[in-house]
């Protein structure tokens, strides 16, 4: 026997969901913009930086270690810098990039 879809199933019009009892003001999370470039040498890896944060220089087999890698190295950085009370110096404007290399923008919640 086939039923109707609509009497096997009811919906409930009350608010009767998981309950979340706010206990302070929302707290504010710094985000820096990581700006990774990357592109392959001539034995075929890649090779890149972080553009905004020169310093960091990245290797690696594909552009999921390349992301990978510069993210926590560029998380590391700009905690320690954080710590030791200083601003982080972030290159502002960023240098054009070339045509041929990769540019990836990923935000970074610390």
């Not at 820096?32 to 990357?38: A, Q």
């Not at 087999?61 to 998380?75: A, N, P, W, Y």
């Amino acid at each position: 026997m086939v039923g109707n879809a609509d009497q096997n199933h009811s919906k409930s019009t009350s608010d009767d969901g998981p309950k979340i009892r706010i206990v302070s003001s929302p707290q504010s999370v710094p985000v820096y913009l990581c700006v990774i470039r990357f592109a392959k040498n001539s034995t075929g890896q890649l090779e890149g930086g972080v553009a905004n944060c020169p310093q960091i220089q990245l290797s690696g087999d594909s552009e999921r270690s390349i992301l990978q890698q510069g993210v926590t190295l560029f998380k590391s950085y700009i905690q320690a810098e954080l710590v030791a009370g200083r601003q982080p110096a972030l290159l502002d404007p960023l240098p054009d990039c070339p045509a041929e290399v990769q540019e990836r923008f990923i935000p970074v919640h610390l």
